[in-house]
């Protein structure tokens, strides 16, 4: 199925399409183990291009 809205992944593999404000929250408060250190959220379907990035080691999503 593909995001009409958005969707997270996470560095753990992780991956949800249109994900509820519950399950952002979840994700992002799973971050900072050695291997989920970061979620990215990316458009869907119907939304402009606007990315954003949550990570807890500095300089990790620059580029």
């Given at each position: 199925?593909?995001?009409?809205?958005?969707a997270a992944d996470t560095e753990n593999g992780d991956h949800i399409d249109d994900?509820?404000?519950?399950?952002?929250?979840?994700?992002?408060?799973?971050?900072?183990?050695?291997?989920?250190?970061?979620?990215?959220?990316?458009?869907?379907?119907?939304?402009?291009?606007?990315?954003?990035?949550?990570?807890?080691?500095?300089?990790?999503?620059?580029?």
């Amino acid at each position: 199925m593909t995001a009409e809205y958005h969707a997270a992944d996470t560095e753990n593999g992780d991956h949800i399409d249109d994900p509820s404000e519950d399950a952002l929250f979840m994700l992002i408060n799973q971050l900072g183990h050695p291997d989920n250190t970061f979620v990215t959220i990316t458009p869907g379907r119907r939304q402009r291009v606007v990315r954003l990035g949550i990570s807890t080691r500095r300089r990790q999503l620059r580029g």
